[in-house]
């Protein structure tokens, strides 16, 4: 199951809020949806999920179209939004129940699904109690378990992690985690960066209505980090240190931090191993030699330039 974003433009009167995106993401990939607020990714989710109509272009969830086949593309897709459900005489499994009809499941193959979900999210220990009356990572629970009923390939989750507790944020990223390997397309946005860096292997990067970079974390980070980040721990003189890493080539900086020495270097991988190489070889007793791997936050970083729309 692919998704295509090709093209896509959404205006709300003279507000342009999506402004040419072109995008894709696979199944068993877990793709991070990221910039400020106000850049244009709930409308993109939306359309995607066939609740809003582009303005141009299209999204092709598996070669069907959004604009001229929504109700065929909205099988397929299995939408969270960023509001919980408030319903107040509805319990738990009368609301999975709801949505299962909702998508034309019946008779044992609706029971089944609907178990299903309620095991597979672990809100089975709830099912009589009304959606009021419950936390907001249960809550979330219930969301995603409406959003998986009827075994969708795409999912589509919209800061599903906001306002969470530790405990319930984890819960969610390791059932995600498990989604991916059954081989769905997750497209998830979130402003929690260092979380989203343990799920995804992919990342679209918006701002102000216009897409920045798109595709796989590592192409992305080479194309927005250029330099890699070495931190160093040395037995001795750490100065002296920082002295040698500043007359050597394809070094950029380096400085003392509580102990180590941090320093940005350029070129292939294999510069790492030919700068260890050479200060062991210059009589430096490296204890412990480390890349710092950059995470969405540094990628995010670099990449934006802080405008709101």
Do not use: W
């Amino acid at each position: 199951m692919k998704v295509q974003v090709r093209g896509l433009h959404k205006r709300f009167g003279k507000t342009v809020a999506v402004d040419n995106f072109t995008f894709s993401f696979d199944n068993g990939h877990v793709f991070g949806f990221v910039g400020p607020n106000g850049a244009g990714k709930t409308t993109t989710m939306r359309v995607i999920a066939t609740l809003e109509e582009p303005t141009e272009g299209d999204v092709l969830i598996n070669g069907v179209s959004v604009r001229e086949e929504p109700e065929y593309a909205r099988r397929s897709v299995g939408y969270v939004p960023d509001s919980l459900p408030a319903h107040n005489d509805v319990t738990v499994h009368e609301y999975l129940d709801f949505y299962a009809r909702a998508y034309g499941l019946q008779g044992a193959k609706r029971r089944e699904a609907v178990g299903a979900v309620e095991e597979f999210t672990g809100v089975t220990g709830i099912l009589d109690k009304h959606l009021k009356a419950l936390s907001k990572g249960m809550k979330q629970r219930v969301t995603l378990g409406r959003a998986l009923v009827h075994n969708p390939d795409v999912l589509i989750l919209d800061e599903p992690a906001a306002g969470l507790d530790p405990r319930a944020r984890v819960e969610l990223r390791e059932l995600l985690m498990v989604l991916a390997t059954q081989n769905k397309a997750i497209l998830i946005s979130s402003h929690i960066l260092t979380e989203l860096t343990e799920i995804c292997n992919g990342v679209v990067i918006v701002e102000r209505g216009k897409l920045l970079e798109s595709g796989t974390v590592a192409d992305v980070l080479k194309k927005s980090t250029p330099h890699r980040a070495f931190a160093i721990r040395v037995l001795g003189d750490a100065a002296a240190l920082v002295k040698e890493l500043l007359q050597t080539p394809h070094v950029i900086n380096a400085r003392e931090v509580s102990g180590e020495v941090l320093l940005e270097l350029e070129g292939e991988e294999s510069a790492g191993c030919e700068l260890l190489a050479n200060l062991v070889g210059k009589g430096f007793k490296i204890a412990e030699f480390k890349q710092s791997k950059a995470n969405l936050e540094d990628i995010f970083m670099n990449v934006t330039k802080g405008g709101v729309q």
